[in-house]
């Protein structure tokens, strides 16, 4: 079993920036691919971004504006948001991956975190 808890969504200005946290526990460990995906009402969830050892990848609508990155230590993925625009309004959710590439997720999701740019 995997828990996943996110955090530090909330509302930010478009151009702002937003620190998004994952904390895992359970059946997890460092060699654990993690990935990042959002859902905006009435779409599909879409990933964003994963993490496995040094390296990472990014879904085009991202790349340059988020990052992705974890410290094992305490068993947390990160995702820094900057630039951020109205059409990254959206729950934000982690996920214990099954593959790190191509990305397939896992059944283990956490709550989500809501993020909403707005002016």
């Known amino acids: 079993q995997v828990q996943l808890v996110e955090s530090g969504g909330g509302l930010v200005q478009p151009g702002g920036s937003l620190r998004l946290s994952c904390a895992a526990s359970g059946s997890i460990s460092s060699f654990t691919p993690m990935g990042w995906y959002r859902q905006a009402p009435g779409k599909q969830r879409e990933f964003l971004a994963a993490?496995?050892?040094?390296?990472?990848t990014y879904a085009d609508s991202v790349k340059g504006r988020f990052t992705i990155s974890r410290d094992n230590a305490k068993r947390t993925v990160y995702l820094q948001m900057s630039s951020l625009k109205p059409e990254d309004t959206a729950v934000y959710y982690c996920?214990?991956?099954?593959?790190?590439?191509?990305?397939?997720?896992?059944?283990?999701w956490g709550q989500g975190t809501q993020v909403t740019v707005s002016s």
């Open positions: 996920n214990a991956l099954h593959t790190y590439y191509p990305p397939r997720p896992s059944d283990y």
């Open positions: 993490v496995s050892g040094g390296r990472t």
